[in-house]
């Protein structure tokens, strides 16, 4: 049976970590680490993640705002709100709560973001730094990042070599997972939907990532005995077991098959979840750091 990377216990670990750096900054006189989530409409889903997010920033210590606004928000106020938020001093990282309503151009408000408070890391700078390998500032995507801590923790931080196939190919989680797996010197494949018979690449990987959305999609007889299974996907599917109306979390890896070949995975709830909104408190306390003049923390 694989070992369960508990993601949860890491994320403990490095939101202590952000706590003590938070700490320390105040210490020498800068001001606290800012961080503005703004989230627009309702989308119950979305709210759960921003509301554990405001906590999780409030217990490091940070300076913590949260927009929410009315679904009905122009394109217009919001880039008015990223703009005001782009020359506030207290504020050193900005999240906007994706998707947006469809009467809003997404790509258009995430680059109105100043590059150095773009702690979801999808600001274009921040994109190419990290295809470029410049890596000292870069921000990279919280979700990527979070999981190349979990693959380290199981596989240590010299991945040279390693097979790595990243399923799913988009902005916020594949390609960045891709390019930090590859800038950790794997060899790196990226299959998408009109990849050709993914179960037999699949069972190439060391390090198998799935960032599919598709509940249960990676079966156990994809994975290669020993490799390291690392599950971002999160599907609410009906689970009528628990009763009416009832729903479940589910990956995208079928757990209970993929947990008898895997050597370590990642289950959902619990792995790569925290991570996410723990990376996102690393973020922003290291921007807070690149502001005051000192030297970025190492994670
Ligand atoms: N744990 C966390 O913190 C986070 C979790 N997530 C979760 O991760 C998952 C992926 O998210 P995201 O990257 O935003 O999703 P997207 O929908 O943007 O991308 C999905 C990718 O999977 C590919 N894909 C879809 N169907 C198949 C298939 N049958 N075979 C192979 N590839 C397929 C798509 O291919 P193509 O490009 O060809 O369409 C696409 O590249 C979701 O479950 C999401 O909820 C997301 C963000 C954070
Ligand atoms: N600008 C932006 N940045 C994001 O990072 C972003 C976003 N938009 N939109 C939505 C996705 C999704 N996302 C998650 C964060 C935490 C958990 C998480 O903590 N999950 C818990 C379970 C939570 C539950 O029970 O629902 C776990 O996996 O254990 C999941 C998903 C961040 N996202």
């Not at 680490?33 to 999780?56: F, H, M, N």
């Not at 500032?137 to 070599?161: H, N, Q, W, Y």
């Not at 009763?243 to 990642?266: H, N």
């Amino acid at each position: 049976m694989a070992d369960v990377i508990d993601g949860k216990k890491v994320a403990e670990e490095v939101v202590g970590k952000v706590k003590t750096l938070s700490g320390a900054l105040h210490a020498k006189g800068a001001s606290r680490p800012g961080l503005a989530v703004v989230i627009v409409g309702e989308d119950p889903a979305s709210q759960v993640y921003v509301s554990s997010k405001s906590r999780t920033a409030k217990e490091c210590g940070f300076h913590s705002v949260q927009h929410t606004l009315p679904a009905d928000t122009t394109e217009d106020e919001l880039l008015g709100l990223i703009h005001d938020m782009n020359a506030d001093h207290a504020i050193h990282g900005i999240l906007v709560q994706l998707p947006l309503p469809s009467h809003i151009d997404a790509g258009k408000v995430i680059q109105a973001i100043a590059p150095d408070k773009d702690v979801d890391g999808f600001h274009f700078v921040n994109v190419g730094k990290l295809g470029a390998g410049e890596m000292e500032t870069a921000f990279v995507p919280c979700t990527p990042a979070g999981s190349m801590l979990l693959i380290e923790r199981v596989r240590g931080k010299d991945l040279s070599g390693l097979n790595a196939v990243v399923v799913g190919r988009s902005n916020i989680v594949g390609k960045p997972m891709a390019n930090l797996l590859l800038a950790a010197n794997c060899t790196v494949t990226v299959a998408h939907s009109r990849t050709k018979d993914l179960p037999a690449l699949a069972r190439t990987a060391d390090i198998l990532v799935a960032a599919v959305g598709r509940p249960e999609m990676v079966k156990g007889d994809w994975v290669k005995p020993g490799a390291t299974v690392i599950d971002v996907g999160i599907n609410r599917i009906p689970a009528p077991d628990k009763g009416p109306g009832k729903s479940r979390l589910v990956g995208d890896v079928a757990y209970e098959g993929a947990a008898q070949v895997a050597g370590a995975i990642t289950p959902v709830p619990g792995g790569v979840g925290p991570m996410t909104i723990a990376m996102l408190m690393a973020n922003t306390v290291t921007s807070a750091y690149l502001a005051a003049g000192l030297d970025r923390p190492s994670f």
